[in-house]
Each structure stands twice: as C-alpha cells, then as structure tokens.
C-alpha cells in the first residue's frame, strides 16, 4: 500500500500544508509553454495540484487541456479559480488509472511527489498516456532522495537509466531559469516517446 495515497494528499490539502506551491505557474513551465504554437494539442498535468500550468495555458488559448489529481479540493481551486475551465477536463483519479492519450504530458515535480518504489510504474504509465510521439516535458527535482517524505528527489543519471528505454532524451539539464527557493535542484526535461 503506498502511504502518500489520495487520504494523504487530502489531508496535506486540508491542512493548508502544500508548501511547494508557489502560487504561479513556475519559470521554466512559463517559458516552455510561450513556445508552444499549435493550440490544438492535448495536454495532460497529472498530479496537478493547483494547476497554475494549467491556467496559464488556458488563458492562452489552450483549450485541449486535462489535469488529473488524487486529491478532491485542489482540482475544486481551480474551479473555483478558474470557472470557465471545462469541469469534464478536471479529473479525480488515481494517475495510475487514467487511460487517454495525449501529445502532450506536462510533467511539475510530481514523480517527486511518488513514493520511489512506484517509478518504473510511473516511466510505464507516461509511456501509455502519450500518443505516438508524444512528449513528456517539465520539471524533476535533484534533491537528495528523502526516506520518509516528498519530494523523492533523484540524480541526473538515475533519470536517464529510468527513461532511456521507453523515451528519447531529448533535454535533460539543469533549469536556467528556476525561481531562487528552487535554484539549483531542478532539471529540465523534454521527453519524447520511443
């Protein structure tokens, strides 16, 4: 049984303990999407939480754009943030249950956010959700791996091993642009699906 389950999550919400939102979408999520031009693509933000990505997408035009969390009360935020945003792409699921198919995953720390022991499940389910040659882009910490809480951080090379048989690496390097509580323990990744 993995103890970071929905109860957990629920409970980190409902305490007000969400310490690793920042309140906006993060820097180099920001700069990736500014690039983005065919507004039709379909996005996936698993493990969303608040969803600031989200948002700022849809504020620019992205219409195609799903978020999925284990948790009840961030994906209410963003209804309440953000009431024009299609209800049928705010979905309450477990991340290992979900079965679309998408272009595009956009990845905000949550393989941190998953106990260690669910990674080969978590690089198998990203390679499940994307259409063929889909991408897997966003943000993984480089913290050192914690034994009791997120975030499970992990070194460069243990990304490349997990990845390298299910994805082209495209980009995996350290974030130019992260915000200054984050400077440092941050890697870029574009992903594509093999």
Not at 33 to 60: H, M, R, V
Request: with cysteine.
């Amino acid at each position: 049984m993995n103890q970071f389950d929905k109860e957990y999550w629920s409970k980190r919400y409902e305490n007000n303990d969400a310490n690793w939102d920042l309140g906006a979408v993060s820097t180099p999520l920001k700069e990736y999407i500014d690039q983005l031009t065919d507004k039709n693509i379909s996005i996936l933000i698993p493990g969303a939480g608040n969803a600031y990505e989200a948002e700022y997408l849809f504020n620019k035009g992205f219409k195609n754009v799903t978020v999925i969390d284990i948790a009840e009360q961030p994906l209410n935020n963003i209804k309440k943030r953000l009431p024009s945003f299609p209800k049928e792409n705010l979905i309450h699921v477990d991340f290992f249950e979900h079965d679309k198919q998408y272009d595009l995953i956009l990845e905000q720390t949550f393989f941190c956010a998953l106990d260690p022991s669910l990674r080969k499940k978590y690089v198998d389910q990203m390679y499940q959700l994307l259409k063929p040659k889909g991408k897997l882009t966003g943000v993984v910490f480089t913290d050192p791996l914690n034994s009791d809480k997120p975030p499970f951080g992990a070194e460069k090379e243990e990304y490349i091993t997990l990845f390298s048989a299910k994805f082209h690496i495209n980009v995996i390097e350290k974030c130019y642009n992260s915000i200054k509580p984050r400077s440092g323990r941050e890697l870029f990744i574009i992903m594509k699906k093999k």
